[in-house]
């Protein structure tokens, strides 16, 4: 009925649980929704108000398939001076949310065949990407901080490409200096590409973030990635975006217009405000994601539950296998507690021990998370 291609995508886990969730919801039942990575603030108003006056200006036709020419200035600017990258406005591509940018890249470097490097527990769709470009995952170690262990053990002479996703989702694990330094080595002595998934750069807790193109040797190997759902709470507006080396960027392009066109034009008018407007409605949303994570923490760890402190995006994953599975403790927590996660085997192999929280819910929210756990330990 179907295509063979499509034999290697399953439902994307984090989606299925937050439709049940949301269901459950409707149905009158009081569900904690800590399944789904989304954040819960609203919008900043002045973004809002960028979008609506588009839309009024009658900026409702077809835009250029790499984005409106002030948008990607915009963006050129932003990578420039936050990232330290080299980049050009004619070196952006804007895509409908951060997704299609990652499937996107994947498309325009993976022969069938090649593999590609995921270190460690890693978001659900980057795998089902890199089936659909034909390729395979190999799946690095990481140590009990989720940092990359012996990564040069998963090169082989078909290893095309690593993905570098820092702050992680959905470890929260920033990767530092030395590790990037690290990974461009391995990169730049086997000839391979990274794909630098930076969407939750700016939900970062005392660390630096560092962007692994700019690095010296990675400008014509990095594509980087990022968007405005996690910094700007625009998850439903889909805009995101990415750059890299100008060949790639072309093929890339050539692909979106043929699929999704462009990314919608009002919502990059409000992409424009969001960059180029004030930045403390994102300052505040961090110092409230800091003060939830630091709640989480400590109370699970009262519990007995072994966790790590997350230096970044808003998730904690810990180890429940003192208790039982991830996908068996997911289970209990929704029947038992009615609290929806997400179990760490939807993030690969790795994450089998695992459960992964989003915190992106009120601090009161989580103290009720909390003792409905407490009690379901009992
Ligand atoms: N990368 C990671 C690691 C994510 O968690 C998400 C979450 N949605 C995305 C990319 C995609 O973001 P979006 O398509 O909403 O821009
Ligand atoms: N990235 C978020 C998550 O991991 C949003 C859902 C998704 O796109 O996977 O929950």
């Known amino acids: 009925m179907v295509s063979s291609r499509m034999a290697s995508i399953h439902e994307s886990t984090t989606l299925k649980i937050s439709a049940m969730a949301k269901k459950l919801t409707a149905s009158g039942v009081d569900i904690i929704d800590m399944g789904v990575g989304e954040p819960d603030f609203d919008t900043p108003k002045n973004i809002v108000e960028a979008g609506c006056n588009s839309i009024r200006m009658g900026e409702t036709h077809y835009a250029p398939t790499a984005g409106i020419p002030e948008l990607r200035q915009a963006i050129a600017e932003k990578l420039s001076q936050e990232n330290m990258l080299k980049v050009t406005a004619d070196d952006v591509i804007v895509t409908p949310g951060a997704k299609m940018a990652i499937f996107a890249a994947m498309q325009a470097l993976l022969q069938e065949g090649d593999e590609c ?7 659900v769709s980057y795998e089902p990407c890199v089936a659909f470009a034909g390729g395979h995952v190999v799946w690095g170690d990481v140590d009990e901080s989720f940092l990359p262990l012996e990564l040069a053990r998963t090169i082989t002479p078909k290893t095309r490409l690593i993905l570098v996703n820092s702050p992680s989702n959905p470890t929260g694990a920033v990767f530092n200096q030395k590790v990037q330094e690290e990974i461009r ?9 990274v794909i630098s998934d930076e969407i939750y750069e700016k939900i970062i807790y005392g660390h630096d973030h560092i962007s692994i193109g700019s690095l010296p040797g990675m400008e014509n190997r990095t594509i980087t990635i990022n968007g405005f759902s996690k910094a700007y709470a625009m998850t439903g507006w889909r805009l995101g975006y990415l750059t890299g080396p100008k060949e790639t960027m072309k093929w890339i392009t050539r692909l979106l217009s043929h699929s999704v066109s462009q990314a919608t034009t009002f919502v990059q008018r409000a992409g424009v405000a969001a960059l180029r407007g004030p930045q403390d409605e994102v300052a505040a949303m961090v110092a409230e994601l800091r003060a939830r994570r630091d709640l989480l923490v400590s109370g699970l760890r009262d519990l007995g539950i072994s966790c790590n402190t997350p230096g970044g995006a808003f998730y904690v ?3 429940v296998s003192q208790f039982d599975s991830g996908d068996a403790f997911t289970d209990r927590l929704l029947k038992d507690a009615l609290i929806a996660a997400t179990p760490g085997s939807a993030f690969g192999p790795g994450g089998v021990n695992y459960v992964r929280l989003s915190y992106a819910t009120s601090q009161a929210r989580i103290k009720t998370a909390l003792e409905r756990i407490e009690k379901m330990l009992e």
Do not use: E, R, T
């Open 117 to 123: 490097v995921l270190i460690g527990p890693s978001w």
């Open 317 to 319: 994953f810990p180890d």
């Open 185 to 193: 080595d391995l990169a730049c002595d086997h000839n391979l590409f």
